[in-house]
């Protein structure tokens, strides 16, 4: 690939992704950036969360309300997303379990190579669980 060359809009929506604990869409990123850059265009924004995740500077993370959100945070670490509001949130690899214990069990019966790992879990978030609670 030929050397990527600098951009501020770029690097805004790295910025902006580094700074939250949210897991922004291409359309919440959107709305936030052009607050500073008023001419970007939607399909900026996509392209750039795209070289952003081919780069290994974000993070895609899928989501059950049909659209793809994005995280800053690239750390080795788990994603929680509830069934009822759709929120993503992270949960720290410590809380859960070493990933690296997680690959090396993987790759006992396994003749490839186990370059990474995407685990998600699923159920209700604290808000959602109160909510049950009070009905």
Request: overall charge negative; aromatic content about 8%.
């Amino acid at each position: 690939m030929a050397a990527l060359k600098y951009s501020r809009q770029r690097e805004a929506i790295k910025t902006y992704l580094m700074s939250t604990k949210e897991h922004p869409t291409a359309d919440m990123v959107y709305n936030k950036i052009r607050n500073e850059y008023p001419n970007i265009s939607l399909g900026t924004v996509y392209r750039n969360l795209a070289l952003l995740v081919e780069l290994g500077e974000a993070v895609k993370v899928p989501s059950l309300d049909g659209c793809d959100h994005f995280d800053g945070d690239t750390s080795r670490h788990y994603h929680f997303v509830c069934t009822d509001c759709k929120s993503i949130t992270d949960l720290d690899a410590q809380t859960v379990g070493d990933m690296e214990e997680l690959h090396e069990r993987a790759n006992r019966n396994f003749e490839g190579t186990i370059e990474g790992s995407s685990v998600y879990f699923y159920g209700k978030c604290e808000n959602c669980k109160e909510k049950q609670r009070d009905v």
